[in-house]
Nanobody, 126 residues
Framework: QVQLVESGGGLVQAGGSLRLSCAAS????????AGWFRQAPGKEREFVAAISWGGVNTNYADSVKGRFTISRDNAKNTVYLQMNSLKPEDTAVYYCAATPKAYGSSYNNGAKYDYWGQGTQVTVSS
C-alpha cells in the first residue's frame, strides 16, 4: 500500500510557473513508477507526464512537452512536476499516481496505476 499526497497547487497568471510535489509513504517508493494526470471541469481525466522507478524514462503529453518536467527524488519519496509557461488551458485538478508494474508502453493509461493522491488544484488566469 502506498499513500500519496500532492501539494504545490494554486492560482498563477498565464506564463507563470508552479512546482507540484507528490509525497509517498507506506512502501519503498523507488519500486514504483509514477505519473501525473489532470482533470478539468466537465472533461475526462488526461495523462500529463510519467517517470519510471529509477527516473531514467520520462514521457509527456504533447500538450505539455517542452513546458513541464517530471522528476523524482527517491531518497525523499517524492515526485515533482515543474510547470513553466502555464496557460489557462492547464487549469485542472492535478493527481499523482503510482504503480508497481513495469513502465512499459502504457505509462499514459490511468488504469495502469494502483494508487492515487487526492489531487491539487491548479488555476491559471489569463
Amino acid at each position: 500500500q502506498v499513500q500519496l499526497v500532492e501539494s504545490g497547487g494554486g492560482l498563477v497568471q498565464a506564463g507563470g510557473s508552479l512546482r507540484l510535489s507528490c509525497a509517498a509513504s507506506g512502501r519503498t517508493f523507488s519500486d514504483y513508477g509514477a505519473g501525473w494526470f489532470r482533470q478539468a471541469p466537465g472533461k475526462e481525466r488526461e495523462f500529463v507526464a510519467a517517470i519510471s522507478w529509477g527516473g531514467v524514462n520520462t514521457n509527456y503529453a504533447d500538450s505539455v512537452k517542452g513546458r513541464f518536467t517530471i522528476s523524482r527524488d527517491n531518497a525523499k519519496n517524492t515526485v515533482y512536476l515543474q510547470m513553466n509557461s502555464l496557460k489557462p488551458e492547464d487549469t485542472a485538478v492535478y493527481y499523482c499516481a503510482a504503480t508497481p508494474k513495469a513502465y512499459g508502453s502504457s505509462y499514459n493509461n490511468g488504469a495502469k496505476y494502483d494508487y492515487w493522491g487526492q489531487g491539487t488544484q491548479v488555476t491559471v488566469s489569463s
